[in-house]
């Protein structure tokens, strides 16, 4: 079987090897002629709207996928016209929205911030009387890693964040004071099948992900079963395939949503070695039209993101249960140049290697 992959980043690299282990043979899409995923599998460098080299892309796929959600969505609905596209078009559509995705959560009674669609400086002011101040200005569409965000305190920040933002269509986000980030990975087969990962705790920094703690620590089972319940109706409401993570604000032991990403997702990396089945596999085996792998996982697992420059590897794979993936990306501020998980009986052991392992990071 030939799985077409629209992207190939480091998701994609990691989406290869999985690919390998089942025995499918991935094609990626790309106009990086260096793109990661490119190192280990088939890759036709073309721009995203090149229709000529998304015929020759698609030509012999059994079914097609992408890693990450700001491609350009009418270059998803021209490969999925000869091609079968999962997750389907609607979700990616959905989740490059703000509004729509908003709007579909509030629809599935899944818990969100207030919030405000804005066009222009004068929708802004008017926001903050269903809002409230301090408030987050975010893009509609194209934001992540904290681009395309600017915080509003009070009136005298309007200005300053809508030129910040280029004047962009946005929404106006009651900015919510959560004791912590979480996520939940979720998969969903071609016959409805679901599948959970723990929730997982993210620790963010100018807007970037720097380590994920698995499963969150001191997060009580109907915590879960709150987060499952959510992503089973928003699974079956999109006719999902594939692997699907959630982002939550955790306020007073319930969750509100933050967003969706219909893709394998950084905060689900810790899999590759502390879960039976990586999130990688699981989204193969989904769109493959496979059996889903177990989810589970024994001890706990730490993921540290290796951001902007090269760590000293030899000191980092001297450490004992520390597992160093790199991406083979050129060095650059704020680009993810690799992960590193780290496994141990308890959270305690992950906690320590965490540190050490940041620690070596930042000599």
């Given at each position: 079987?030939?799985?077409?992959?629209?992207?190939?980043?480091?998701?994609?690299?990691?989406?290869?090897?999985?690919?390998?282990?089942?025995?499918?043979k991935?094609?990626?899409?790309?106009?990086?002629?260096?793109?990661?995923?490119?190192?280990?599998?088939?890759?036709?460098?073309?721009?995203?709207?090149?229709?000529?080299?998304?015929?020759?892309?698609?030509?012999?796929?059994?079914?097609?996928?992408?890693?990450?959600?700001?491609?350009?969505?009418?270059?998803?609905r021209?490969?999925?016209?000869?091609?079968?596209?999962?997750?389907?078009?609607?979700?990616?559509?959905?989740?490059?929205?703000?509004v729509?995705?908003?709007?579909?959560?509030?629809?599935?009674?899944?818990?969100?911030?207030?919030?405000?669609?804005?066009?222009?400086?004068?929708?802004?002011?008017?926001?903050?009387?269903h809002?409230?101040?301090?408030?987050?200005?975010?893009t509609r569409?194209?934001?992540?890693?904290?681009?395309?965000?600017?915080?509003?305190?009070?009136?005298?920040?309007?200005?300053?964040?809508?030129?910040?933002?280029?004047?962009?269509?946005?929404?106006?986000?009651?900015?919510?004071?959560?004791?912590?980030?979480?996520?939940?990975?979720?998969?969903?087969?071609?016959?409805?099948?679901?599948?959970?990962?723990?929730?997982?705790?993210?620790?963010?920094?100018?807007?970037?992900?720097?380590?994920?703690?698995?499963?969150?620590?001191?997060?009580?089972?109907?915590?879960?079963?709150?987060?499952?319940?959510?992503?089973?109706?928003?699974?079956?409401?999109?006719?999902?395939?594939?692997?699907?993570?959630?982002?939550?604000?955790?306020?007073?032991?319930?969750?509100?949503?933050?967003?969706?990403?219909?893709?394998?997702?950084?905060?689900?990396?810790?899999?590759?070695?502390?879960?039976?089945?990586?999130?990688?596999?699981?989204h193969l085996?989904?769109?493959?039209?496979?059996?889903?792998?177990?989810?589970?996982?024994?001890?706990?697992?730490?993921?540290v993101?290796?951001?902007?420059?090269?760590?000293d590897?030899?000191?980092?794979?001297?450490?004992?249960d520390?597992?160093?993936?790199?991406?083979?990306?050129?060095?650059?501020?704020?680009?993810?140049?690799?992960?590193?998980?780290?496994?141990?009986?308890?959270?305690?052991?992950?906690?320590?290697?965490?540190?050490?392992?940041?620690?070596?990071?930042?000599?």
């Amino acid at each position: 079987m030939i799985v077409g992959v629209m992207g190939a980043g480091q998701l994609g690299l990691m989406l290869a090897h999985a690919g390998t282990r089942l025995g499918l043979k991935c094609r990626f899409l790309s106009p990086d002629v260096e793109a990661p995923a490119g190192r280990i599998a088939e890759l036709v460098v073309a721009d995203y709207e090149n229709d000529a080299a998304l015929a020759h892309f698609a030509e012999g796929l059994d079914v097609a996928t992408y890693e990450f959600e700001s491609i350009p969505l009418r270059s998803v609905r021209t490969v999925s016209e000869t091609v079968i596209m999962r997750p389907p078009v609607g979700a990616l559509e959905t989740a490059q929205d703000r509004v729509a995705e908003k709007e579909c959560f509030a629809k599935l009674g899944i818990p969100i911030p207030a919030f405000v669609p804005v066009g222009s400086m004068r929708d802004v002011r008017s926001a903050r009387e269903h809002v409230g101040f301090p408030a987050m200005l975010k893009t509609r569409s194209l934001g992540y890693d904290g681009k395309g965000q600017s915080v509003i305190r009070n009136d005298d920040d309007i200005a300053r964040a809508w030129v910040a933002l280029n004047g962009a269509p946005a929404i106006v986000e009651s900015l919510v004071r959560f004791a912590r980030e979480l996520s939940l990975i979720s998969v969903r087969s071609i016959d409805g099948e679901t599948a959970f990962y723990p929730l997982v705790e993210n620790h963010h920094s100018d807007g970037i992900l720097r380590f994920s703690l698995a499963p969150a620590p001191g997060s009580p089972g109907a915590l879960q079963t709150q987060a499952e319940g959510f992503a089973h109706r928003l699974l079956d409401e999109l006719q999902y395939v594939g692997v699907m993570a959630i982002e939550f604000f955790e306020m007073d032991g319930s969750l509100l949503a933050n967003e969706m990403a219909p893709r394998v997702h950084n905060s689900g990396h810790w899999s590759i070695e502390g879960a039976d089945t990586s999130q990688f596999e699981n989204h193969l085996r989904a769109v493959a039209g496979m059996k889903l792998g177990s989810t589970e996982m024994s001890g706990a697992v730490g993921m540290v993101n290796v951001i902007g420059r090269e760590p000293d590897l030899g000191r980092l794979r001297e450490m004992a249960d520390v597992h160093v993936h790199m991406y083979g990306k050129t060095p650059a501020p704020r680009r993810k140049l690799g992960h590193i998980t780290v496994t141990a009986d308890d959270m305690d052991g992950v906690r320590s290697r965490v540190a050490q392992v940041r620690l070596a990071l930042s000599a």
